[in-house]
Structure formats: C-alpha cells, structure tokens
T-cell receptor, first 111, second 113 residues
Framework: SQQGEEDPQALSIQEGENATMNCSYK?????LQWYRQNSGRGLVHLIL???NEREKHSGRLRVTLDTSKKSSSLLITASRAADTASYFC???????????WGAGTKLIIKP | EAQVTQNPRYLITVTGKKLTVTCSQN?????MSWYRQDPGLGLRQIYY???????DKGDVPEGYKVSRKEKRNFPLILESPSPNQTSLYFC????????????FGPGTRLTVL
C-alpha cells in the first residue's frame, strides 16, 4: 500500500542548482529511505535515516526527517546532469514488515 | 558482486500464453519481492516471500503466481497474461533485519498484446 507521498511530482532545474524533494507519510516509522531510479532501470538505495535522527549527509545528499510532521526532505546540492532520475521515498516497516513506497519525484537537470 | 538478476529483460507476448519471469539473488537474503511499476502509479507490490516456502500477497496479486522453493530464486508466473499486465516488473531482495534496505533487479519490461 502507498503511504509516502513525494512532492513535487516533477522538478526541472538548471545544472548547478540545488534540488529539494519532500516525502510525507502517515504512520509511525522505524526508518525512511530514499532511492533513485534512472529511466527504466532498477531502484538504487541512496540514503537512510532512522526515526531517532533528524539529519543525515552523504556526499551531495542531505536528508532531514521531522517525525512530528511525518515528513522528510532530500536535498541534492550542486546538481549535475547525471542526477536526472526519479527519486522515491520508502518508509517502514508496516505491520507486515514491508516498506511502503511513495509515487516518486521525477527530477530533470537541464545542462 | 552482490546482485539481483532478472530474465528476460524484455518480453513481448500474446494474451493467454503462460510465461515466467525469473529472479535470482546472490546475497543469501531471506526476503524477496515482486513489484510492478506503471506510469503515475509508482511501485505496487505483487507478492513477497519472507523465506523459502513462505509467500504472501502484496497489493496487486491478481493474475500472478509465485513460488519460493530455493532461497535464491523467486520466479513470477503469469498463467494467462492479459494486456492490463503490460508493465515494468522489478524483483527485489533484502535481509531479515532492519532497516530492510532493498536491492532491486534491473527490471523486466513486459508487453502483452
């Protein structure tokens, strides 16, 4: 079942700018994960933040988590053409030990 | 190299002709899962398996079957494919402990005519 909702659905920015995507969810979580999907390819895990963490960094990625608002944001700094992809958040687990997926944000980086 | 493999990568078939999409992982993961991805609908889970001989329905199981006879393999079976099963399919696996990070296969693009 879909819990996470990414916002915006699509984002187009110039190379070098920062890109911010948001994810909202509905129930309590153990962790929230972000994945990237290049067109037509499998999803690749980017970064994970646990429910007791507020911010996490990995290279040009910065993830924040606000459990009181049930929301997370993914910031990609100094975007590159290669960052063009769809980005999905996954939260969980639910009572069946499943991750719950959002519908994704499609990011286009214009050269 | 740790990976999830799927075959075939592309398949065009006709309505009613049984087909199997194979999935294999080399990470000794207990958990495996099948998803379909359609434009605007995100990832929808078809079936999952918590371990050998243990399978359960996901959100959209109708028209699909799975089996888990070995830990590394989790084939997806379409007994009588229909055009509404035209989609991009992904197999994924993960370990049995939190945080449940998933590893995805490269995808199988299926067209049912």
């Amino acid at each position: 079942s879909q819990q996470g909702e990414e916002d915006p659905q699509a984002l187009s920015i110039q190379e070098g700018e920062n890109a911010t995507m948001n994810c909202s969810y509905k129930t309590s979580i153990n962790n929230l994960q972000w994945y990237r999907q290049n067109s037509g390819r499998g999803l690749v895990h980017l970064i994970l933040i646990r429910s007791n963490e507020r911010e996490k960094h990995s290279g040009r990625l910065r993830v924040t988590l606000d459990t009181s608002k049930k929301s997370s944001s993914l910031l990609i700094t100094a975007s590159r053409a290669a960052d063009t992809a769809s980005y999905f958040c996954a939260t969980g687990p639910d009572s069946n030990y499943q991750l719950i997926w959002g519908a994704g944000t499609k990011l286009i980086i214009k050269p | 190299e740790a990976q999830v493999t799927q075959n075939p990568r592309y398949l065009i078939t006709v309505t009613g002709k049984k087909l199997t999409v194979t999935c294999s992982q080399n990470m000794n993961h207990e958990y495996m899962s099948w998803y379909r991805q359609d434009p605007g609908l995100g990832l929808r889970q078809i079936y999952y398996s918590m371990n050998v001989e243990v399978t359960d329905k996901g959100d959209v199981p109708e028209g699909y079957k799975v089996s888990r006879k070995e830990k590394r393999n989790f084939p997806l079976i379409l007994e009588s494919p229909s055009p509404n099963q035209t989609s991009l399919y992904f197999c994924a696996s993960r370990g049995s402990r939190l945080p449940y990070t998933q590893y995805f296969g490269p995808g199988t693009r299926l067209t049912v005519l």
